[in-house]
């Protein structure tokens, strides 16, 4: 199985935080932390959406959960 399924990357050269979305591959904005990374992303209206068969968590950025 993969390590991580979700789609929250570490820029380790300014060690912030970022989502990728999973259809567009458009980044949100940086977080300090994980965890504000997830709370942030969400009050930017992204979407997470967790994949059964993949068993992994897909990420969706505001224009790409409306379709």
């Known amino acids: ?3 991580s399924g979700k789609m929250i990357e570490k ?3 300014t060690n912030t935080y970022y989502a990728v979305c ?3 591959y458009e980044y ?3 977080y300090n932390s994980f965890h504000e990374c997830e709370h942030g992303i ?3 209206g992204w979407k997470q ?3 059964k068969s ?3 968590w897909e ?3 505001p224009n790409c959960k409306e379709e």
């Open 1 to 3: 199985g993969k390590t």
């Open 11 to 13: 820029n380790r050269e």
């Open 22 to 24: 999973d259809c567009c």
């Open 28 to 30: 949100s904005c940086e």
């Open 42 to 44: 969400k009050e930017e």
């Open 49 to 51: 959406h967790y994949n």
């Open 54 to 56: 993949e068993d992994e």
């Open 59 to 61: 990420h969706f950025c």
